[in-house]
């Protein structure tokens, strides 16, 4: 179960790509995802989405990657 989740912003244009980002889960076990979403010209409604879901993200990661430790 995912206890923190990344917040993914449209910054300009209509596609996020996030091709490395994370979810903690209650456990405190990092998980790597993928995340692509396409919206329409207007940003109102979602054209295409694509999620996936990695492996667990070594603890020696986690400093780099700018984890919290607890």
Known sequence: MPYLLPILR????????????????????W???AVRCEVDDDATQVVRFSLSVGKTVPRSEWAE?????T
Do not use: Q, S, T
């Open 10 to 29: 449209l910054k300009e244009g209509n596609v996020i790509d996030v091709p490395l980002a994370a979810f903690r889960e209650i456990n405190g076990a």
């Open 31 to 33: 998980i790597n995802i």
């Open 65 to 69: 990657r700018g984890f919290p430790d």
